[in-house]
């Protein structure tokens, strides 16, 4: 008995970290590859956050050389971290959608606005590449809806420059 019990305690705890650990390490690869959606014009996500890194950065700079008296809570890089903590949290949602996506019956615990993230027809074997792209799709609602931001140095439009080319 007690060799039963042992067999299906590790059978769970390695379903367990296999539930965990594949798509944490599935979204962390695609985080590396070039974005879906046109709007991202083939940045990776890290790329993508970088270039907003910077871009904030640059703003909080010129609205601190602008008004040198003005309270700037949280120092250059606050709109930054502030937007990325906002866009990380879409994440477990982007899953979530993706879940009812898969099992139409969670669709009602899915708020009326977030019911167009919901991907169609997922399979086990679409369920991580529908979940990155429905991340994709919350990121980008995210980052354009910054310019509406109430914080002046903030706003900062979610479409990034056109990649430079090489030229040979």
């Known amino acids: 008995m007690k060799t039963i019990l042992k067999i299906i ?4 705890l390695v379903l367990m970290l296999v539930m965990i650990v594949v798509p944490v390490g599935y979204l962390a690869w695609r985080a590396d590859q070039p974005m879906d959606l046109p ?3 083939g940045y990776t996500y890290y790329e993508y956050l970088a270039w907003r890194k910077d871009a904030l950065h640059q703003k909080a700079v010129e609205y601190r050389t602008a008004y040198p008296h003005a309270k700037m809570g949280g120092g250059f890089d606050i709109c930054y971290y502030n937007d990325t903590f906002f866009t990380l949290l879409g994440l477990p949602m982007a899953g979530f959608y ?3 996506g898969a099992f139409p019956n969670l669709e009602k615990y899915v708020s009326p606005n977030g019911k167009q993230y919901v991907p169609k027809d ?3 074997l679409s369920f991580l590449p529908d979940w990155w792209r429905t991340y994709e799709k919350i990121a980008w609602y995210m980052a354009s809806t910054a310019p509406d931001t109430s914080v002046s140095y903030c706003r900062l439009a979610g479409t990034p420059p056109a990649r430079a080319t090489l030229d040979h």
Request: hydrophobic share 45%.
């Open 9 to 12: 305690s590790t059978g769970i």
């Open 122 to 124: 997922v399979k086990l």
């Open 98 to 100: 993706t879940l009812a």
């Open 39 to 41: 709007q991202f014009k």
